[in-house]
């Protein structure tokens, strides 16, 4: 019969599932994911959901990992929130950012499916900066990931 420790033992043992993927290594993957479905992918069907969900990915594991993927995913992150936070409505904070990203992202009928990746990648970048229950779902994705093949 298992005990609780025999069980947590066994779990600490096995190690990521994946092995040392390490956080760049999700991202390369998540971002050729994504890359084939806007080409057009027999495998990999997009949808506005589908585009935001695996661009809400992208952004998170970029931030995660640092150097240059940080860098261009904040680059493509600054284009909407500039938009959004310094038009008419005066400084809405970075929640009411993300709220508004969110929004835009799911909200609309979008034909081409580059602009809900888009902003799904400007989403997860801005929902770890936001704070409150952005950053919940943010560090939920970061933890995830970490037991998949992390480091």
Excluded: C
Excluded at 3 to 23: K, N, Q, R
Excluded at 99 to 123: D, E, Q, R, Y
Aim: aromatic fraction near 8%.
């Amino acid at each position: 019969m298992s005990t609780p420790e025999t069980i947590t033992t066994v779990v600490i043992a096995a190690g990521p599932i994946l092995g040392s993927v390490g956080m760049s290594g999700l991202t390369v993957t998540t971002g050729i994911a994504l890359l084939a479905g806007l080409r057009g992918s027999d495998r990999i069907k997009l949808n506005r959901d589908k585009a935001a969900y695996f661009g809400i990915a992208f952004g998170t594991f970029a931030g995660a990992a640092g150097d240059l993927w940080a860098s261009v995913t904040k680059g493509v992150a600054e284009v909407p929130t500039s938009l959004i936070q310094g038009t008419v409505g005066g400084n809405i904070g970075l929640g009411g950012v993300a709220l508004a990203l969110t929004a835009t992202t799911f909200v609309f009928k979008w034909k081409t499916m580059v602009w809900p990746a888009l902003l799904g990648i400007s989403a997860g970048v801005i929902y770890g900066q936001a704070g409150g229950i952005w950053a919940i779902g943010h560090n939920l994705v970061l933890k995830l990931a970490a037991v998949v093949g992390s480091m």
